[in-house]
């Protein structure tokens, strides 16, 4: 099993490295056309030439989600912004109070609802209990 590690890494090596070049944006290839990557990641594949350099020269990479940023020429921290602090998120809250104040008929649409499905228990213990009753009047004749 040892002897085919080699091949198998070389293979997932190979394969991965296609799939991120067919995956990634034009725009984020570097240095060649998408195309003339995807032939040498294919053709200097097993020599491990295509799928390295696709990995160190095809692409930009992206620091880390947390790591620093880049934003008019200072770099800055990207942070965290809590939900209540989001105004984005607040606005889709007070959307979302709008539409419920807008929709209280369907309260009380849902309290008749309620009303029905409770008397149709009732009903139906009512003729549970009735069902019930019958078999012990016929076991005593």
């Not at 090596?13 to 290839?29: G, K, Q, R, S």
């Not at 990995?55 to 880049?70: F, I, K, T, W, Y």
Request: aromatic letters at 8%; glycine letters at 8%; one cysteine or more.
């Amino acid at each position: 099993m040892l002897r085919y590690l080699p091949f198998l890494l070389v293979l997932a090596l190979w394969i991965y490295a296609f799939i991120d070049c067919l995956n990634t944006p034009e725009e984020e290839v570097r240095g060649l056309p998408k195309v003339v990557w995807v032939i040498i990641i294919l053709l200097f594949g097993e020599v491990l030439v295509g799928p390295v350099a696709w990995l160190v020269a095809g692409r930009n990479r992206r620091g880390p989600a947390g790591g620093p940023a880049s934003v008019g020429g200072t770099r800055q921290r990207a942070r965290f912004v809590a939900p209540d602090d989001n105004p984005e998120f607040l606005k889709s809250l007070k959307a979302e109070n709008r539409a419920d104040e807008s929709g209280k008929d369907d309260g009380r649409r849902d309290e008749t609802l309620l009303k029905h499905w409770e008397a149709d228990l009732r009903r139906r213990e009512e003729e549970l209990k009735k069902r019930e009753d019958r078999p012990r009047s016929d076991e005593e004749s």
